[in-house]
């Protein structure tokens, strides 16, 4: 045997480190899918469309990511720019389908994560889009994908202003499938970054939502918003969104209870003792559930706040009782899990308003001060065959079908009555809303030292937005939204 000599193995170490740095300039990140997508994907090659294009939803962590779900967006249709989502899913009209993937109308898909957006629980997102074509209209659209990939980052960056919650991930997924050689190429962007360039990502399938953990909680919310003079030409959802930006950055900064106890941030969630080994032969493993407790922080009383006056118009009041749960990975820690069901709560605080002020506009050109709203409620329903639930929110004038129909247009499930968790949340009765009258009657020793304003004409506005139907359980949980003008 020859012995390498001592330069020859200088260039081989050289060689090597330039091989090992390579390898690691061109690894990215790993997208986790679970095996149920695989199926779905595979239904696709079989349909006679040309193309499709759809959202991947999942959940965004550090070392890698998991994709739980695909939906294909929806075609857009003749009807949607005049009716609603539930008259349009009646009555179809002839699909407005583009010819080619690069002629797809960016606005549409992005309205579409928006509503789906809304109907997904804490620790799951849009994690990015796919498209399904042949090779030649994949590599047209690359710049359209792209784009649309950034405008749905975008609108979504948005309500995380207002709520406060700001994702520290910020790589998404396009994932392209060719439907000739059904070859999956999957890249990742930065889309905090317009000049990001693509980077190779790793898509492989793998079981995994069987071990994830969910966490449960219960909140009541009471939050007064006045409404500046300077911001009484904004919107209704406007001035919400304004005014429960600080009740959500409080929120966020909360501290957690998981089962009653305080527990390292860093510690893991569901500790490897509690985790049953899967056997060939024994069954599998129950889904752990855990509730968490969320605690704001008392200002302190050492604290001089200085008074201010401040010029209103308005006085919005958000009181109510919701229900929160979400998702998260196996190996989470307790931060991550906390943190995932902070996101639920924010996320569902801000979708209940906003669909609340669409309702309002889309059934009333004129507003009666005197008219009491209710909220949506919350109902849960489950993802595909997995243990997962997503959830939808059912005004009280619509019944399970609106809900199950929503499920199917945005989601593509297809649900029952079944399976349906309908009783968490309940539409409150004629006990629970208070009244405009009664409340004004309480507030009028606070309020007359206001009489001077009335008098010169000024509007005076007492306005309570619903966050959600009361919880089952509690009674002083309430929800409504009520008007009363001076």
């Avoid at 020859?2 to 090992?20: F, G, H, W």
């Avoid at 960056?157 to 499938?177: C, M, N, P, W, Y």
């Avoid at 559930?289 to 604290?303: A, G, Q, R, Y």
């Avoid at 499930?413 to 009657?441: C, K």
Wanted: glycine share 4%; proline share 5%; net charge negative.
């Amino acid at each position: 045997m020859r012995a390498i000599s001592s330069e020859n193995s200088k260039n081989t170490y050289s060689v090597l480190n330039r091989s090992i740095f390579l390898l690691t300039l061109t690894m990215g990140r790993t997208i986790v899918a679970e095996e149920r997508i695989q199926k779905y994907i595979e239904s696709l090659y079989a349909s006679k469309q040309q193309w499709f294009v759809g959202l991947i939803i999942g959940q965004i962590t550090g070392p890698r990511d998991y994709a739980v779900h695909l939906v294909q967006t929806p075609e857009p249709d003749e009807a949607e720019s005049d009716q609603s989502d539930t008259e349009s899913s009646k009555k179809k009209t002839d699909s407005m389908l583009p010819q080619r993937l690069d002629e797809l109308d960016e606005q549409w898909v992005v309205t579409h994560a928006k509503q789906v957006h809304r109907l997904l629980v804490g620790g799951l997102d849009v994690i990015g889009i796919f498209a399904v074509a042949p090779p030649d209209s994949l590599k047209n659209a690359q710049a359209k994908l792209r784009q649309i990939l950034f405008a749905i980052h975008k609108t979504f960056a948005k309500r995380q202003v207002v709520s406060g919650v700001l994702s520290e991930f910020t790589d998404r997924v396009l994932l392209h499938i060719c439907s000739h050689t059904r070859k999956l190429t999957c890249r990742t962007f930065d889309v905090s970054d317009h000049k990001s360039a693509a980077k190779p990502a790793e898509w492989k399938y793998q079981p995994f939502v069987d071990r994830w953990c969910r966490l449960n909680t219960k909140l009541a919310i009471e939050v007064s918003i006045p409404v500046p003079t300077a911001s009484q030409c904004q919107t209704l959802n406007k001035q919400i969104q304004v005014g429960l930006t600080p009740f959500c950055n409080k929120l966020w900064t909360a501290a957690g209870l998981v089962d009653g106890q305080v527990q390292p941030g860093d510690s893991q969630l569901d500790t490897p003792d509690d985790q049953p080994k899967r056997g060939r032969h024994k069954p599998a493993q129950t889904q752990h559930c855990f509730n968490v407790n969320l605690l704001t922080k008392l200002p302190c009383s050492k604290t001089v706040i200085m008074p201010s006056v401040t010029d209103c118009s308005a006085s919005l009041v958000v009181r109510g009782s919701l229900v929160g749960r979400a998702y998260i990975h196996s190996k989470a820690t307790v931060l991550e899990a906390i943190r995932a069901i902070k996101t639920d709560v924010i996320r569902s605080l801000i979708s209940r308003c906003e669909l609340l002020c669409e309702e309002i506009l889309q059934t009333e050109e004129d507003q009666d001060p005197r008219v009491v709203y209710q909220s949506p409620v919350r109902v849960f329903g489950r993802l595909g065959e997995s243990p997962l639930t997503v959830c939808d929110y059912m005004f009280q004038d619509e019944d399970v079908k609106d809900s199950i129909d929503r499920c199917y247009e945005l989601l593509g499930l297809n649900l029952t009555e079944d399976d349906l968790e309908l009783e968490l949340e309940r539409i409150p009765d004629d006990n629970d809303i208070v009244t405009a009258d009664s409340t004004s009657s309480r507030r009028s020793s606070d309020c007359s030292q206001l009489e001077p304003f009335a008098s010169r004409g000024r509007l005076r506005t007492y306005l309570g937005v619903a966050v959600s139907g009361a919880v089952a359980l509690v009674a002083a949980g309430l929800s409504y939204v009520y008007l009363n003008q001076n």
